[in-house]
């Protein structure tokens, strides 16, 4: 696609709770990131795909946060029985090169985001 | 470690006015430096970016940034402000030129008022 679609935008579960998030990166993107965004923070990098290959996961919370991109294409966040604190909006991003590429011109095309709530 | 203050979670200008984001970052290696924009319901923009040469970047919609290096800063500047600038601006610092290992700034909100 011509950027990069995250769904849902809005979704709202009741404290421990499952939810999932989706995002579909540019097409024939290698790279890609998920960012959280808490209220009146800027993001904080989460975990990061090479392909299928999540190659860094040292940003995720705690055991509960679980991310796959199993054809190295669409990922899932998912993030079981979820608490208050994980309210904030995921961002995805994905980039066309590897993130250790030395290319000055690639950047990264990042989602609208998905806004979660959690009661 | 790296990281990224930004002086001022608000700011508000009024239009036609110059606009002035501050940015400060502390880094244990060369920084590549990047400014964002995030509208409403949106995604990150990239506006610009230092990674080496020359110190002034020119970038989107008529902003600028200059990365000083013995001030460990990269602020954000546009000489006139439009309503459209209305938005939340996001400095970041990376280790690597093409910024995939990010470290965002909290952010400031741009108002600009008619």
């Known amino acids: 696609g011509a950027g990069v679609s995250q769904s849902p935008r809005y979704k709202v579960a009741k404290r421990g709770q499952d939810v999932a998030l989706r995002c579909d990166p540019i097409?024939?993107?290698?790279?890609l990131f998920w960012y959280q965004q808490a209220l009146g923070q800027g993001p904080e990098f989460l975990t990061y795909?090479?392909?299928?290959?999540?190659?860094?996961k040292s940003g995720l919370p705690s055991d509960r946060f679980f991310a796959e991109r199993p054809e190295g294409s669409v990922s899932t966040l998912k993030i079981q029985r979820t608490q208050q604190e994980d309210s904030a909006v995921y961002l995805c991003?994905?980039?066309?090169?590897?993130?250790?590429?030395?290319?000055?011109?690639?950047?990264?095309?990042f989602g609208a985001g998905s806004r979660l709530t959690v009661l | 470690a790296q990281s990224v203050t930004q002086l001022g979670s608000h700011v508000s200008v009024s239009e036609g006015a110059l606009v002035l984001l501050r940015c400060n970052y502390s880094?244990?290696?060369?920084?590549?430096l990047f400014w964002y924009v995030q509208y409403p319901n949106q995604g990150l923009q990239l506006l610009l970016k230092?990674?080496?040469?020359?110190?002034l970047v020119k970038g989107i919609n008529g902003f600028e940034a200059e990365f000083k290096k013995s001030e460990t800063s990269f602020h954000l500047t546009k000489p006139s402000a439009h309503m459209s600038d209305a938005a939340e601006y996001f400095c970041?610092?990376?280790?690597?030129?093409?910024?995939?290992?990010?470290?965002f700034g909290p952010g400031t909100r741009l108002s600009v008022l008619p």
């Open positions: 991003a994905s980039s066309r090169t590897t993130r250790t590429a030395s290319s000055g011109a690639n950047v990264l095309t």
């Open positions: 097409s024939g993107h290698v790279s």
């Open positions: 795909f090479q392909n299928e290959a999540q190659l860094d």
């Open positions: 880094s244990s290696v060369p920084p590549y």
């Open positions: 230092y990674t080496t040469g020359a110190t």
């Open positions: 970041a610092v990376s280790e690597m030129a093409h910024g995939q290992n990010f470290v």
